[in-house]
């Protein structure tokens, strides 16, 4: 199968992450997968929720949300309709439970970090780019408050995402929307800086897989966790050599 | 005063249209008044609200959002909080209204066009920003579907709109956020591309006001719109032709 | 044009203000603008909103709501639907800042005063009847809790409220609803007892208008205010005298 | 034990309904039980809910609100609150279960009376003043679509409601709010014309009760269902020859 | 008539009522009025609604839900549809009413006893059977937390709940589904263990009713309150004898 | 670690469906896994989504809920609270997504089987349980409407689900509460009679993992599964026949 765009089985779309988008967050970028656009946005609260309060922990939690012409036919506006869908719902837990298994949320303190990724266009892969986007975003904002001090940064590893999928013909990295919707296998992969597994979700959409698929489609996401890992790394520069200090 | 970023008193802020912002919308712009910058996508939509079916006419309706980080604080989704506050109704209703002024309702049949708004920063004047840019997007999106037919072009006149405001020491065209937290008199005007008035809101925010000052605010006002106009038809290049036209 | 109750074009319906129309409420009255009526009842509250908390300043804040038969055809509870609609918040709003404009929130210390404006029935003109009792109301509220003591009376000056059109054949002052729903142009103004513009809402509902005519709907819409402050201070009798009393 | 107002233990407070209190509902009237006072407005409207479409049969709906100033202390609107509370439905389905019983749903054919009870002031019973005042807003609204056919008249039988209640030393009729606030228990009856019961709603509310109290209640709640019963007739005068005529 | 299952008129279907059915809560049955089934759980919570606090006294409150297949056709989730209907609201306030009439909330101490009445199978009285299920859960939860203290038992006497109707040829007991569907008259009774009544709620569903049929229910009704107390202290055992118990 | 109940790591806790638990439901079962218990009941409704209308073919889908005291700590029901939290809407997809991998949507034609997991006691593993009794209750539904004739059985193959995890010193098998919460990684794997994965779902709750712990957890899951298939037949007998055939 030749791709839309030409690009090879295991090749990532063009990414491009661009910090310091908005004026007024703590943290923010706006991150590109090819067509896929996403803007997140880190704030610091001063506060936690109620579970950790007088723990001495931080948090840290996502929003996620479609503009209603991010997509191909408009989409309702979930603050119209009163209520987040199922879709936003999940996607937006994952985003948060990604995060925070590479932020050291003692270091932290009693902070919460607010990730708010909403996407302004949506051409596949809507999830993975937030997360990918979404670290570069918290590294600014856990910064802007870290100062020159020496304790440990909280920040203690890398986080990307990638998407791959099984197609008629073989394994495919980083769908676009049109691959996407014809996968008979749909995997997201989250992965850290030293290359442990966070998450591993795969999903037989209109298919099953077997042992040697599954490999498959770990190898080939590995390789565009790598190239991520490397684009975040440019993207930072210095900043970069802060992720992971113990102080 | 001096103004923070040196404009005279009926100066407009670095205004900025960029059309086709948006891959999938029918009609779609980037609009910034210097840092408040607004999406405007247009969809066309083959029904009408319940009052007009049958009805042979169609309808204008918008939609405006804040991102959560468009603002100093973030603000808290409405998708969350599970309804739209008040401010966002009122100025969905603005905007929905203004437009639908310079829409020949019966030449556009049985569609409904939508306006989605979506503020990725926030600097003051947001509305004034989404009236202006949501009326390029109008125009692309009516255009797409117009074609060569002789039928007169259902955009009938131009549309503009800005804020004008009473400080301490006098009037001032285009607020900024700074400017509009401080203002004694708030008002924002829209008007179309012959002159004529379509909104006059002014609000005694922190004070009241007379005749003449009502008069100094409209001829400011009068100002920044035929500025804000011209920007329009530079945008739109050939495509300003068709506004008005009877067919 | 003649109207359909012979009135003159610059002339009111009949207005009627009863005092203590409620047993229970700290304020209250029925305002009557011809068939139009709503009650206005004003509750003293001791707390104020999360962002006054400690500030030593008061708040002024308005419900408006429409019964279901105060319709021609009946109008769904906004409790049933379990949200208000755009029109409720935008009226609301405004009557809250309308009153907000006379009133010394600092001489009125840390208490909410909330006007509920509940309308019985409408016949055009409910938001402007709405701000004309209410002012009443609020007086009488302000007046309970104040007694013989010297400090300065909070409300600082007389308000009310009227609102003007323009129909085929001119400018005509308080429009019942078979006028307002043919308007072209449909005007809202708020005004004190010293005769400064607090709010100036003028929409063009079926077209667009020019300064000429909004010269003369302000000078006719004047002329009403003017009625309604007379009416106003007939039915406050002696405590017309406290408003706007330095101590 | 003397009453407040001097009543016997089985008296009524002044009761007076005020027909045609709406202009544009098909019936309403003002109810009110001493310092109860309810507006009853009865919409026809013409279609059923799903589960009668095709059947032929009509239905009779009711919707219940306090004004939030009706009560000695303010109440959170229902609709601010975006949901009705438990009182709210549970009184709504009492006053349609009690209407329903006196109507031939075959009769009405298939369309829904819809009656809004709203309360202006609440002094105890509103629900039972609801139920009374609404059956002769109900008889009006069914008279304005029945004309001069020979067809039977849909409402078979008269219809009021009473509380009756056990206070420390006795049982009192028509309980106003300080009465009802220690009442050990409360009872609600809805009887028909015909001197049936439709409800008997018993509650031990502070207590419990045996056969005797049950007994002396129901004696005292029906010599206050006459007395309502007369009222009805009265006001509604000639049309009360209409209910219950076969045609 | 004959009943389906073979019944006498003033016969019970048969009830079984199991303790300690879950392994959390502290109290808990599963109650069964033949083929009705309701899940009761009692939960003590450690603080009061807000009227209460500071008060030294305790609530009592309901919770009452459907399964979806717990009825003949698949009932739509409340949680899916966002809001309780009314019937669930009426029925859980008088499950908690019903409870509160027989508990010392003084001697409770500030606490809330949570009553979760989940109903896995319906068929008729289902209200009945919670009411008459969860008075077991709540002595046990009381138990729970009393010890072998020498203060009164909260819990003052026993407490038992029964419908009872009208069907064409006489009065039945313990109505089940098709029974309930066809029924003239419908009674709920609940009784304390001293043979008081604590509500009488009788509703002519599809007709009224006299003072003799209204006896008879009574009649009938406390002959199955009798037999319930019954099963009820033989179910708790040796438990029984610390209801009523002052010290 | 000796577990709790003294399993080996590899082991299930003890399994049990009971089929036909529910009157009313067209298929239904109570699944155990130990101590968490599961009601999961299929429902047929002759209707499908709108993006299926006129497809010809049939959908499937879940709902999913905690009873409040399945849980240690009582959890607030989500119909008191007008909204699912974000983990129900997460688990209800996945048992939708996962049992519509195994059923032929185009045999089944145009209606949707609704299953409705209720949890009445939840000691971990609730969702892989609810998926695995789903299947069993999805077959009786499915079966109950396709009577003795020859097309294929839309259901194509079975379907089971566990959950394994990684604790401090290994990979372990069917975790119950008290394990599920110190893991560092959770996983829960569906997959089908023929072996082949329907769903891998691994998140590093409290650290991560690499190639190998991921490889030994899906050989440990994989014999959990083949347990669960193998209880799924015994329970379901002669019907388990049906699943697979081609007509």
């Given at each position: ?9 295991n ?10 988008y908005l ?11 090819g067509?896929?656009k996403?803007?997140?946005a880190?704030t610091?609260e001063?506060?936690?929720?109620p ?6 922990e ?7 949300s479609?503009l209603p ?17 199922g ?34 266009q ?9 997360i ?24 203690k ?5 990638v ?8 394994v495919?990295?980083?769908?676009c ?13 989250v ?16 298919g ?26 440019e ?5 970069s ?7």
């Open positions: 199968m030749t791709r839309a765009d030409g690009r090879a089985a090749e990532m779309r063009k990414v491009k992450i661009t910090r310091n004026k007024y967050a703590e943290g923010s970028v706006l991150v590109e997968f067509d896929t996403v803007i997140c880190a610091i001063e506060k936690v929720p579970f950790l309060k007088g723990s001495g931080g948090w840290v939690s996502a929003e996620y479609l012409r991010s997509t191909q036919s408009r989409n309702v506006r979930e603050a119209a309709r009163g209520k987040l869908t879709r936003t719902h999940e996607i937006q837990r994952l985003i948060g439970r990604a995060l925070r298994s590479v932020i050291d949320l003692k270091a932290l303190g009693e902070k919460t970090i607010w990730l708010d990724c909403d996407v302004v949506a051409d596949g892969g809507t999830r993975t780019a937030a990918t986007g979404s670290f570069v975003a918290l590294v600014d904002a856990v910064n802007s408050m870290w100062g020159q001090n020496s304790k440990p940064f909280p920040v590893d890398f986080l990307a995402a998407s791959v999928g099984v197609l008629q013909d073989g495919y990295l980083d769908l929307y049109s691959e996407d919707s014809t996968a008979i296998v749909d995997m997201n992969l992965m850290t800086g030293s290359g442990q597994f966070v998450e591993v979700q795969g999903t037989g959409e209109k099953t897989f077997d042992q040697d698929k599954l490999n498959e489609m770990l190898t080939v996401g590995g390789q565009g966790i790598n190239m991520l890992l490397d684009i975040q790394k993207t930072l520069g210095a900043l050599w802060k992720v992971g200090r113990e102080g």
